[in-house]
């Protein structure tokens, strides 16, 4: 479980690797960009139920940590789930990976 620090946050919050690997990718595009928006996601079981958001802002200190060493192959698709859902009203709200299916053959 991989773990996001923000800002002076008293509890970290706990992402799967491979999800935070890819949110990582978003967040740190929109960032670079000097944009604002929200992450949303839901608890995960042993926590408080419900879901949290909060405002990620390019001044406000950032930190991802993972546990695992070798760094996941990333899926641009999911990123690209990821990145719409940032640009939109609702901010980034962490949704599945969409893998990809393969194509037929003729």
């Known amino acids: 479980m991989a773990t996001l620090f923000y800002g002076n946050a008293a509890e970290p919050i706990h992402i799967e690797d491979r999800a935070l690997a890819h949110?990582?990718?978003?967040?740190a595009t929109?960032?670079?960009?000097?944009?604002?928006?929200t992450l949303s996601w839901e608890h995960y079981?042993?926590?408080p139920g419900g879901r949290s958001t909060?405002?990620?802002?390019?001044?406000?200190?950032?930190?991802?940590?993972?546990?695992?060493?070798e760094r996941p192959e990333i899926n641009p698709q999911w990123v690209q789930l990821i990145m719409n859902?940032?640009?939109?009203?609702?901010?980034?709200?962490?949704?599945?990976e969409i893998l990809a299916t393969p194509e037929p053959q003729a």
């Open 23 to 27: 949110l990582k990718v978003v967040i």
């Open 30 to 37: 929109k960032l670079r960009r000097q944009e604002s928006f």
């Open 45 to 47: 079981d042993g926590e």
């Open 54 to 69: 909060i405002w990620i802002h390019p001044s406000i200190p950032l930190r991802f940590t993972f546990d695992e060493a």
């Open 85 to 96: 859902s940032a640009n939109s009203t609702g901010g980034i709200c962490l949704v599945d």
